[in-house]
């Protein structure tokens, strides 16, 4: 095997026309610790918590603990998607209790959005400084006081304005699950598990909104369906709220069950919040004693410096626009599918199963790539190729479908929808792990906490233009299908490299750290 030899520690090259960083980072994080030899700080056979993820020896560890945190992690990722996604799927039940239109049900998801392109930023420092206990305990007090809030009261009018206070707290704890899956896996699992541990953690986040699109139906009554209570109704039409929405309730609605149902499915989610906490304050650490990849073991750049590298980085601009696209619309078509499915006469019922099992279908799919994509590595480009080829074709399918433009048929529009959630969704966790090859040694954190930025930035202005008075819902579906089409000549503009898989498997040799601690790379030399 030949040396590798060490580059200047500031040596910079130039790759596809871009300035990157021709060295890893340290592998310490401070002066005091470059001082400790590294035989003593290993001598225990483990490391504390607070301590660098480094073996001198470069020997890597894998602990079974890993599946029951990373099962903590992705109910966490289902919670919260399950919360953002409440009023979506039961909207025709929330327009006759509280007198909402589509746009309040469109902004109750946009608030999400919004409050995420804010605060990501500083939750991906918090992750990359402070680790993922600290951040999985602040994601989970959030999401218990998002629903505790929620449960205060089913009055119309300060109803709306706590749900929409919630919408905003829970946008917030959005920013740990969604941007911390690549992070996770590539703290807790190795290389050839990575993958599909990114895939389970965003599989539960498809779960999550899929269990918003059964359970809500479930628990909550159409309007449309028991008794009368007219008492109730008066009481409801004479809302100043409602008269300013111009919703008017039909005479079969029975409003006192519809709340009924809406509070029920508040305390449920609300005690599901409460379980995540226990099960974080009781064990989720910031890290395993010994990592489980060489790359863990080296410390990232700094998240100022990886901030700045992300976006002066054009092939990541590239993979990003790929991502953030075709997901950030289809996330808001999802989350507002019952409003688009009522125009062509389907109903909540309906919707709320084709979006369950477009989510379902989807994370069986991301789960089933990314496995693949583990077993053989540094081929996820061509994976992702194929998935937008059919995603453009099965989008093209149900939007002639909703258009009436080929014959309307339910069981075809359910395939059509059911397969656009399979090939979008199951895109995903490989579109995380693909950033993080693409700017690595930028931590995991902060790529992906940028390109869910992009995701939501992209769903924030989907769901604003709901809000233009009389704007309907057929741009939605030409959006749809714009959005996925567009992916293809992108990810065709891509030039893959996956330093840090080739890092792991030893096609690069990283140097031992030099007596100040650092340690740089040379691309060019290979495993012999």
């Known amino acids: 095997m030949e040396e590798a030899t060490t580059t200047d520690l500031v040596q910079e090259n130039k790759m596809d026309g871009e300035h990157v960083d021709g060295h890893l980072p340290s592998l310490v994080n401070s002066d005091k610790e470059k001082k400790v030899p590294n035989e003593v700080s290993m001598a225990s056979g483990a490391l504390d918590e607070n301590s660098p993820l480094l073996d001198s020896s470069r020997n890597t560890t894998c602990y079974k603990r890993r599946w029951y945190v990373l099962v903590v992690f992705a109910y966490a990722a289902l919670l919260q998607t399950a919360v953002w996604n409440t009023f979506g799927p039961i909207a025709q039940s929330a327009k006759a209790v509280f007198g909402w239109s589509d746009a309040n049900i469109g902004m109750l998801n946009n608030w999400g959005n919004i409050v995420y392109v804010v605060f ?74 990575r993958a599909t541990a990114t895939a389970v953690s965003t599989i539960s986040s498809y779960i999550g909104l899929s269990v918003g699109f059964i359970i809500g139906p479930l628990v909550v009554p159409q309007p449309n369906e028991p008794s009368l209570n007219m008492t109730d109704i008066r ?110 006469g389907i109903s909540q019922y309906h ?89 690595y040694p930028i931590a995991e954190g902060v790529t992906v906490g940028v390109l869910t930025l992009a995701n939501n930035l992209t769903g924030v202005i989907f769901l604003s233009v709901l809000q233009i008075p009389q704007i309907g819902v057929q741009w939605m579906n030409w959006a749809m299908l714009g959005s996925v089409a567009v992916t293809v000549p992108l990810l065709l503009l891509f030039t893959e490299n996956y330093t840090r898989t080739d890092i792991d498997t030893q096609d690069i040799i990283v140097p031992e750290p030099d007596v100040d601690g650092a340690v740089s790379i040379n691309t060019d030399i290979k495993a012999s």
Not at 166 to 189: E, I, K, Q, R
Not at 384 to 390: A, D, Y
């Open 351 to 439: 919707a709320g199963w084709m979006g369950f099992y477009g989510m379902i279908g989807g994370g069986v799919a991301a789960l089933l790539m990314s496995r693949i994509s583990d077993l053989f590595l540094r081929h996820i480009k061509m994976m992702l190729l194929l998935l937008f080829v059919l995603a453009t074709g099965a989008t093209a399918w149900f939007v002639l479908l909703c258009l009436s433009y080929i014959p309307f048929n339910l069981v075809s529009m359910y395939l059509s929808s059911i397969l656009m959630g399979v090939f979008i969704n199951a895109s995903v966790p490989l579109f995380f792990e693909l950033g993080c090859e693409a700017s």
């Open 235 to 344: 009481q409801l039409n004479s809302s100043s709220l409602i008269n300013s929405t111009g919703f008017n309730l039909t005479p079969a609605a029975n409003i006192s069950e519809v709340r009924s149902g809406i509070m029920r499915l508040m305390y449920i989610e609300c005690a599901a919040c409460v379980l995540l906490l226990l099960l974080v304050v009781v064990y989720f650490p910031a890290k395993p004693p010994s990592p489980p990849s060489l790359t863990a073991s080296i410390e990232r750049t700094s998240y100022l410096r990886g901030i700045k590298g992300l976006f002066t980085h054009r092939r990541f601009w590239v993979i990003m626009t790929a991502f953030s696209v075709p997901t950030g619309v289809y996330l808001a078509f999802g989350a507002v599918l019952d409003v688009v499915l009522n125009a062509v």
């Open 120 to 193: 990501m930023f500083p939750i991906a420092w918090l992750m990359d400084v402070k680790g993922l206990r600290v951040s999985m305990l602040l994601c989970s007090v959030l999401l218990v006081l998002t629903t505790a809030i929620r449960c205060i009261t089913s009055d119309p009018v300060p109803a709306t304005w706590l749900m929409n206070t919630a919408a905003l707290v829970a946008g917030v704890a959005g920013t740990v699950p969604n941007a911390g899956p690549a992070l996770f896996s590539a703290t807790w699992f190795p290389p050839n598990q």
